[in-house]
């Protein structure tokens, strides 16, 4: 004689799923939580030329995790991009800038090419050397950044007129590219606290 199916069976079921679903979806957001960097920096602040980033940083003193926040707002990794005032690469950097930087010496033109600027590698050595001289002539992070955007001459006027940067800065436009540049560079910070060439592949 077959035996009669308990009816309440199915509806026992049906309220462990609720609870299987949670529990996956907690096992989940653990896995993310132990290793949040490799997940939002591969998706969020992704990194291209690691190594070469590390390299021109470390030859002109700054910060490798504020090359890689400015290449991201500037051209969002993209070596080819060109903007319409003639900036170039992944850093954006201007040609007439990009050769007088070789002309002085601060980069060598001859292992670094100022008429190849859509080369990620050059891109990253003058775009590292001009932020190089904006700290050595501002005082502040946020002044490099804001002068990155509008030009070493600009902030200094807005500075000598008594202003503070980016408070008082005159352009609406550097005002927002001071916003995203900090908001990435923070994200950076987070991602690769023991540098980007241990987080990032490099090319």
Not at 49 to 74: M, N
Not at 125 to 149: K, M, T
Not at 172 to 190: C, D, I, L, N
Request: charged letters at 20%.
């Amino acid at each position: 004689m077959a035996s009669k199916k308990d009816p309440t069976r199915f509806l026992r079921w049906f309220r462990v799923l609720p609870m299987l679903v949670l529990v996956i979806a907690l096992a989940a957001s653990a896995t993310l939580a132990a290793s949040p960097t490799t997940l939002v920096a591969q998706v969020f602040y992704p990194v291209k030329y690691a190594e070469q980033i590390e390299e021109s940083s470390a030859r002109h003193g700054v910060d490798p995790l504020l090359v890689a926040a400015v290449a991201k707002c500037e051209s969002n990794w993209n070596e080819a991009a060109e903007s319409g005032a003639g900036a170039v690469g992944l850093m954006q950097v201007m040609p007439t800038t990009a050769a007088e930087l070789a002309e002085c010496g601060l980069v060598d033109g001859a292992a670094y090419d100022a008429g190849d600027l859509t080369d990620g590698a050059v891109n990253i050595e003058y775009g590292c050397a001009y932020l190089g001289i904006l700290q050595n002539e501002l005082s502040s992070e946020d002044e490099v950044i804001c002068a990155y955007n509008a030009g070493l001459g600009a902030v200094q006027k807005w500075l000598e007129e008594g202003g503070s940067v980016p408070e008082n800065v005159g352009y609406s436009e550097t005002k927002y590219y001071f916003e995203r540049v900090k908001a990435a560079y923070e994200g950076y910070q987070k991602s690769y606290p023991n540098g980007l060439t241990l987080r990032a592949g490099t090319e």
